[in-house]
């Protein structure tokens, strides 16, 4: 299975109002969870990613440049897939700043955190982003993370402790 099908299929049960993408390659995934997006699906990329889905916004910039517009944006996404500049410190500070805008209850996907070759660690695919998973697990105990071999490349699903549905009616 494609990581954009599982991504899909968590969007289809999610059913998330706003979802953001940093990093669209050719557009595939956020195209796949518009359909399922409520509100509005937010891409950031550096190159030209063309869409004429009205539900969809692309951004033409850093993921750095967007959230340091974004600040004074109370937009928060219920679902938010990183998937940008694979150099783990990109990574760190991508997922730093999701968590900003990171809904109640909402979800982190993770891409390229368990390659399953050496050969994916190579900066055009993987890098050494798959560095994420133990900083998360070793850094930031405020937050559950699973790690799931989702294709080639894998993937990671990152939620805030006790932000489960059954937590929350119950705090």
């Known amino acids: 299975m494609h990581h ?24 595939d995934t956020i195209r796949r969870v518009a359909k399922h997006t409520k509100t509005l699906a937010v ?28 600040v004074y944006d109370n937009t928060t996404y219920d679902m938010i ?10 990574v760190q500070k991508d997922l730093q700043n999701s968590l900003y805008h990171l809904a109640e209850g909402g979800i982190i996907i993770l891409h390229d955190t368990d390659p399953e070759s050496d ?21 930031l105990p405020e937050l559950n993370i699973v790690t ?16 489960t549905r059954t937590q929350k009616r119950h705090a």
């Open 4 to 27: 954009s099908e599982f991504i899909e299929t968590l969007a289809a049960i999610y059913k998330p109002d706003y979802y953001l993408e940093l990093g669209l390659y050719q557009g």
């Open 148 to 163: 799931l071999p989702i294709a080639e490349a894998g993937l990671s699903i990152v939620t805030r402790k006790n932000s």
């Open 81 to 90: 897939f990183i998937d940008a500049d694979h150099r783990f410190e990109s």
């Open 119 to 139: 050969y994916l660690f190579n900066p055009g695919y993987c890098g050494d982003s798959y560095k994420i998973v133990d900083f998360i697990e070793q850094e």
């Open 43 to 70: 891409g950031v990329d550096t190159n030209l990613v063309s869409v004429s889905d009205p539900k969809i916004k692309i951004h033409q910039c850093t993921t750095d440049l967007f959230f340091q517009t974004s």
